[in-house]
């Protein structure tokens, strides 16, 4: 069965940037896997970062489960994340092992860094799957056949410039909505510390409001997630779009952003 790999930072960025297009693509019949860079060790003022690791790994895992996805640990911590060789080896170790052919990441210029070290490592990781003489960490199988890597929108659809964004593929995530934000309240100790912190529910409606704002970004879809396709070079043996040929009506192509990619240099 087709498989992909969702590579975000912390948990419960896969829940906001990406997991309703995952569950759109697994009614299709499509395999989900789950991995989260970091630990989420910085996420508490109330606990040290071992006990808070372990906390989130916990809850990390019941999200994957929920969202029917294979889960993959952690490999760094959190505000650590760089672009580096041995990290790189963790991550192709993984994208081997799901032998993914849609690999759904961070926009590469984000609200922070580690967002975009994510991105990097998602991006190099996957270059390298079908490349025997790249030892991954540990070793796994290559294979053969295409990748296509997406982006989702950044946090807060700006890039640390501010400047605005919009995205070539929106999906339609309303279906799915309901089994989202209950992967996402598995995440329990990051809702209770932003519902006491910010206003009851506010993890969940924050959600929420994601989902609407890149719905009304679509401007077809009540909620919605974005994604800009990576360059196939390197990847695929053609351009392919895998996301709009699974999700068929369940997705809309914004043809001015695409059109505007084609528009030559001044």
Not at 150 to 165: D, E, I, M, S
Not at 214 to 232: D, E, I, P, T, Y
């Amino acid at each position: 069965m087709p498989s992909c790999l969702a590579v975000f930072a912390h948990p419960d960025d896969v829940e906001y940037f990406a997991a309703g297009t995952m569950l759109q693509l697994a009614r299709r019949g499509w395999d989900l896997h789950y991995f989260d860079l970091c630990a989420g060790d910085c996420g508490s003022v109330r606990t040290d970062g071992p006990a808070t690791a372990a906390l989130r790994l916990r809850e990390a895992r019941e999200a994957a489960r929920v969202l029917g996805a294979t889960f993959h640990a952690p490999i760094a911590g959190d505000m650590t994340l760089t672009f580096e060789i041995p990290l790189m080896r963790k991550v192709a170790a993984v994208v081997r092992r799901s032998r993914a052919d849609i690999v759904l990441t961070h926009a590469l210029s984000d609200y922070m860094e580690d967002h975009m070290a994510c991105a990097r490592l998602a991006t190099s990781a996957a270059f390298t799957h079908g490349m025997p003489n790249f030892e991954s960490d540990p070793p796994e199988a290559t294979y053969a056949h295409d990748v296509t890597v997406y982006h989702a929108l950044p946090h807060g659809l700006r890039t640390p410039l501010r400047q605005k964004v919009s995205a070539g593929l929106y999906v339609d995530v309303s279906p799915v909505h309901a089994q989202v934000r209950q992967a996402l309240a598995a995440h329990a100790s990051q809702k209770e510390w932003l519902d006491v912190s910010q206003g009851a529910d506010s993890y969940l409606a924050t959600l929420d409001r994601m989902s609407e704002a890149v719905g009304a970004l679509s401007g077809r879809f009540k909620m919605a997630q974005g994604w800009n396709r990576h360059l196939h070079l390197g990847y695929s043996a053609k351009e392919i779009d895998p996301l709009r040929s699974a999700l068929g009506s369940d997705c809309a192509v914004n043809e001015a952003h695409e059109a505007a990619l084609e528009k030559p240099l001044p």
